[in-house]
Nanobody, 121 residues
Framework: QVQLVESGGGSVQAGGSLTLSCAAS????????MGWFRQAPGKEREGVAV???????ADYADSVKRRFTIRRDKPNTIYLEMNSLDPDDTGMYYC???????????????WGQGTQVTISS
């Protein structure tokens, strides 16, 4: 059983920065990918960024490229560094883990409870 716990959400003004963290517990052997997805009110969940267990392969949604950075410093922890935040980045951010994750496909075997990010203009 793998559990994912997110932290770091909050409210900031447009142009600001936030860093989200996700700590995983349990046997991650199967879950070679971890990543971040988000869901805005009234919208479907969408991929933001994913990263392989090696920490060397990452992919981003076009909307966050050059603004967000995903990194994996420890085997069980990932971070999402978010800069130049825009009100369109507002939403619940979920950590996810699976054998394979793609930003274009918002499905995963394991999900966290989410952390709220609110960007004001």
């Amino acid at each position: 059983q793998v559990q994912l716990v997110e932290s770091g959400g909050g409210s900031v003004q447009a142009g600001g920065s936030l860093t989200l963290s996700c700590a995983a517990s349990g046997d991650l052997y199967y879950y070679r990918y971890m990543g971040w997805f988000r869901q805005a009110p009234g919208k479907e969940r969408e991929g933001v960024a994913v990263i392989h267990a090696s920490g060397r392969m990452a992919d981003y949604a076009d909307s966050v490229k050059r603004r967000f950075t995903i990194r994996r410093d420890k085997p069980n922890t990932i971070y999402l560094e978010m800069n130049s935040l825009d009100p369109d980045d507002t939403g619940m951010y979920y950590c996810a883990a699976d054998a394979v994750l793609e930003v274009a496909v918002a499905t995963a075997r394991c999900w966290g409870q989410g952390t709220q990010v609110t960007i004001s203009s």
